[in-house]
């Protein structure tokens, strides 16, 4: 996640008034985890990048690279707030987090 991006994001936040405003996406990313369960993902290595692809995400496919795990981890919970059009500044109040090493599954706390 680029610097800009981050910059843009806590822009946007400061203008929607703090946590007394959030997206309609925290909303919908909530909806979505209650009714449909954890977004699984499959890992492949490609050349020195990990590439994740979602299995079950019901809206069609969410897919990101990174050349670490830890790396990883911090794409797939920004591409699943960009997937509800959630800014990444907003990730604390997400609560999105990994369900197990070896399930790949992401979910809300």
């Known amino acids: 996640m680029s610097i800009t991006k981050q910059a843009k994001d806590y822009v946007v936040k400061y203008l929607w008034n703090g946590p007394k405003l959030v997206p309609v996406g925290l909303f919908e990313l909530s909806q979505y985890f209650r009714i449909h369960g954890p ?21 069609g496919s969410i897919i990101t690279t990174a050349k670490s795990q ?12 960009t997937s509800f059009d959630i800014p990444s500044s907003y990730a604390k109040e997400a609560k999105l987090y990994k369900v197990g090493c070896e399930a790949r599954e992401y979910a809300l706390a």
């Open 39 to 59: 977004i699984k993902f499959d890992n492949k290595k490609e050349g020195d990048s990990i590439i994740a692809i979602s299995q079950n995400f019901i809206y």
């Open 70 to 81: 830890e790396e990883l981890d911090k794409n797939i919970k920004d591409a699943i707030l």
